[in-house]
C-alpha cells in the first residue's frame, strides 16, 4: 500500500464518515483485511458514541420496524367486534364448507394413488408418503379416472385423495382432492429424493 493509499484511507476515517469499501483501493490483502477491520470498528465506535448522545439528551430509543408495526390497517380484520358482528361472524363460519375440518369433527382418511403404470421411483414416493401421513393407504387406480376414482373414494369413506403424477419416470406433480366438495390444489414436485437418496449429515 503506497502513501497516498494510506492518506485516502485516514483521511475517510478522521472525516467521520467510515467507507468500508475504503479498503478497495489496497491490493495486499492482508492490509486490506486489517483495514477493513479498522473501518468495523470504527463505525462502531461511532455508532456507540451516537446511541450515548441520544440516551444523554434524553430521546427516546428508535423503534425498531417488525412486521407487525409496520402493517398496514386492513378493513377486513376483526378487532374490537360488537355483539352483531360476532353473531354475523359465527354464522358465516358455521356455512363454511371447510368449517369440519377445522372443528376436526371427522378423522382424515387418505388415498394415495398415482398415474397409469407408475414407475419404481414414484410407487415408492407413495409409498413413503403413507408413512408420514396418518390414517392413509396407497392404492393403484387401475386406469380409472379422476372423477370415477373420487365416487369410489367417497363411497368408501376416503377424506382426501392424493395423485401423484410422473414424467419421464420422476415423479412432478401431486394432485390433492378433499372429498366430497373439494377444494382441490395442484402441487409442482422438482428433485424429489427418497429415502435411501438422501445423504446422512
Known amino acids: 500500500m503506497d502513501h497516498t493509499e494510506t492518506k485516502f484511507v485516514q483521511d475517510e476515517v478522521e472525516g467521520g464518515a467510515v467507507h468500508l469499501n475504503s479498503a478497495n483501493r489496497i491490493r495486499n490483502k492482508t492490509l486490506r483485511r486489517a483495514q477493513v477491520r479498522k ?6 465506535k461511532l455508532k456507540k458514541a ?3 448522545k ?8 428508535n423503534v425498531p420496524k417488525t412486521i407487525d408495526n409496520m402493517r398496514e390497517k386492513d378493513d377486513t380484520m376483526l378487532v374490537d367486534m360488537d355483539e352483531e358482528d360476532q353473531l354475523e361472524l359465527n354464522l358465516e363460519l ?9 372443528q376436526r369433527t371427522y378423522e382424515p382418511k387418505v388415498l ?3 398415474s397409469d403404470n407408475p ?3 414414484c410407487r415408492i414416493f407413495g409409498r413413503e408418503l403413507t408413512r408420514v401421513i396418518p390414517n392413509s393407504v396407497s392404492l393403484y387406480r387401475n386406469r380409472s379416472g379422476v372423477k370415477k376414482m373420487v365416487k369410489s373414494a367417497i363411497d368408501k369413506g376416503f377424506t382426501d385423495i392424493i395423485v401423484i403424477n410422473e414424467d419421464r419416470y420422476q415423479p412432478n406433480g401431486m394432485l390433492v382432492i378433499h372429498l366430497p366438495d373439494g377444494p382441490t390444489a395442484h402441487f409442482r414436485l422438482s428433485n424429489v429424493k427418497l429415502t435411501p437418496e438422501l445423504k446422512v449429515c
Do not use: C, M, V, W
Request: charged fraction near 50%.
Open 119 to 121: 414407475h419404481q421411483k
Open 54 to 61: 441520544r440516551k444523554d439528551a434524553g430521546l427516546p430509543k
Open 39 to 44: 473501518d468495523k470498528r470504527q463505525k462502531n
Open 50 to 52: 451516537e446511541r450515548k
Open 94 to 102: 358455521e356455512r363454511d364448507e371447510l368449517s369440519s375440518y377445522f
Open 112 to 114: 394415495i394413488t398415482f
